[in-house]
């Protein structure tokens, strides 16, 4: 049986924020180095944070301009959905249980469409690391309403419509 307090717990232990696509983040790391990309912008070589997803949130279809990895730490397995701009969907599950196809990291390309939602309610939350490089920066980050992206991949409307917000 889930603990709703075990993740607001974990949100105050980390000392986490609000994310604009849903949960909690909190950034546990952003490289000195710093790269110059090849259209001149400048971008930590990598950067990696804490989310925190409790039961019930999501993390909104988004994308951003750098690989993101995201590695799985603890709580209830986590449903990642991706969609390739060939439109091309498919959902993976990071946890624990390898034997159910279960893995503790994935990577998403850059550029890549892509959300996450807690699939069980046993512990309540689901608590994972992103670790993106070249480093993450909010002006790389896009986060459509469902019309727009229903437009670009009508094949996933039912999808699309449940991992976005309006």
Known sequence: MSDPQAAQDLV??????PHPEGGFFGESFRSPI???LPDGRIRAASTAIYFLLPMGAFSALHRVSSDEVWHFYDGDPLELTTITSGGI?????LGRDLEAGQRPQFVVPAGVWQAAKPTQEKIGYSLVGCTVAPGFDFADFE?????????LFPQHAAAIQILTRD
């Open 89 to 93: 969907l498919e959902t993976r599950t």
């Open 143 to 151: 986060m459509p309403v469902c019309d727009e992206l229903g437009r």
């Open 34 to 36: 710093q790269l110059t």
């Open 12 to 17: 105050a232990r980390l000392g986490l924020l």
